[in-house]
């Protein structure tokens, strides 16, 4: 698979997808929300892939949000359908069934604190900004960052940063618990490989479980959330990995997955 905005490589069991439009500091322009459409249904389909990495090229910015430049000129028909795009590929990143480590080097505006909230964890350097800024430019955020940021932060929180449209420093995102620890930026990639080889060697199917139960489990009234749960334990129970785990522990050794 080839991309024009995107570098996609591999280490054992981890993908790093990178936004590679370093430019226009990897703004999302239309080509390169496609690119990642495709590249995220790759990473699912592909079983060998165990957790995934997204980051941005360079050293100032993790995605600049989405391309203004298209932004500028859409109508509202247009406008419509690009958002629907846009939350489409964030809800593939979100139920990808697998982690997802978003290692934010540097600004995460708009669509790209957007794209980082659909992450299963976020990994601030301690160089970055986050914000929503759309305010600014007079419109909404469009990849259900009115969502996801009142679903991490809370609704107050939500409502001051998307009403001011403020960039917030790595430390002040880590205090409002919109990301999950904040490194060194030369640590960065190194913290975000080790976490995520570490949650590649988790056995799959109750990773893709545990990321279900959480996600889907949420939207659902807590009984029927509950039983959801419920159902998914017992379906564990199914697969080699569980006796594998349990067998490991009684044994006294480090368990060895397969995915079955
Ligand atoms: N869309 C398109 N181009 C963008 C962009 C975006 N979201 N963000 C940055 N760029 C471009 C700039 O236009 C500039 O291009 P140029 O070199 O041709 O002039 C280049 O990237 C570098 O950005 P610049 O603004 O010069 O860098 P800076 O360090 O002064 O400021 C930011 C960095 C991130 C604060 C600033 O670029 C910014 O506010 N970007 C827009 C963020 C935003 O509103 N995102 C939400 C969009 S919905």
Same mark, same amino acid.
């Given at each position: 698979?080839?991309?024009?905005?995107?570098?996609?490589?591999?280490?054992?069991?981890?993908?790093?997808?990178?936004?590679?439009?370093?430019?226009?500091?990897?703004?999302?322009?239309?080509?390169?929300?496609?690119?990642?459409?495709?590249?995220?249904?790759?990473?699912?389909?592909?079983?060998?892939?165990?957790?995934?990495?997204?980051?941005?090229?360079?050293?100032?910015?993790?995605?600049?949000?989405?391309?203004?430049?298209?932004?500028?000129?859409?109508?509202?028909?247009?406008?419509?359908?690009?958002?629907?795009?846009?939350?489409?590929?964030l809800d593939?990143i979100e139920h990808l069934g697998?982690p997802v480590?978003?290692?934010?080097?540097?600004?995460?505006?708009?669509?790209?604190?957007?794209?980082?909230m659909a992450c299963t964890?976020?990994?601030?350097?301690?160089?970055?900004?986050?914000?929503?800024?759309?305010?600014?430019?007079?419109?909404?955020?469009?990849?259900?960052?009115?969502?996801r940021?009142?679903r991490?932060?809370?609704?107050?929180? @939500?409502?001051?940063?998307? &009403?001011?449209?403020?960039?917030?420093?790595?430390? =002040?995102?880590? *205090?409002?618990? #919109?990301?999950? $620890?904040?490194?060194?930026?030369?640590?960065?990639?190194?913290?975000?490989?080790?976490?995520?080889?570490?949650?590649?060697?988790?056995?799959?199917?109750?990773?893709r479980y545990i990321l279900e139960a959480v996600n889907k489990g949420l939207e659902m009234?807590?009984?029927?959330a509950?039983?959801f749960e @419920?159902?998914l334990?017992? &379906?564990?129970?199914?697969?080699?990995?569980?006796? =594998?785990?349990? *067998?490991?522990? #009684?044994?006294? $050794?480090?368990?060895?997955?397969?995915?079955?």
């Amino acid at each position: 698979m080839t991309f024009e905005n995107l570098l996609l490589e591999r280490d054992g069991a981890v993908a790093v997808l990178t936004v590679n439009r370093p430019k226009v500091l990897n703004a999302l322009n239309a080509q390169t929300l496609d690119e990642l459409r495709r590249a995220i249904l790759d990473l699912k389909h592909d079983a060998s892939v165990r957790a995934v990495i997204v980051t941005g090229a360079g050293d100032k910015s993790f995605i600049a949000g989405a391309d203004i430049n298209e932004l500028a000129v859409q109508s509202p028909i247009d406008g419509r359908e690009h958002a629907i795009r846009g939350q489409h590929v964030l809800d593939l990143i979100e139920h990808l069934g697998k982690p997802v480590i978003a290692a934010i080097n540097g600004y995460a505006l708009g669509g790209g604190c957007e794209l980082a909230m659909a992450c299963t964890i976020r990994i601030a350097a301690d160089t970055a900004k986050l914000g929503q800024p759309e305010i600014n430019l007079g419109i909404v955020p469009g990849y259900a960052g009115t969502q996801r940021l009142a679903r991490i932060v809370g609704r107050g929180r @939500a409502l001051e940063l998307l &009403l001011t449209g403020d960039q917030i420093t790595a430390q =002040e995102a880590h *205090r409002l618990g #919109l990301v999950n $620890r904040v490194v060194p930026a030369a640590d960065l990639l190194n913290e975000a490989r080790t976490l995520a080889s570490t949650l590649a060697a988790k056995a799959p199917v109750a990773v893709r479980y545990i990321l279900e139960a959480v996600n889907k489990g949420l939207e659902m009234p807590f009984p029927q959330a509950q039983i959801f749960e @419920a159902t998914l334990f017992g &379906l564990v129970a199914a697969t080699d990995d569980m006796r =594998e785990g349990t *067998r490991a522990f #009684l044994e006294k $050794r480090k368990a060895d997955f397969k995915g079955r």
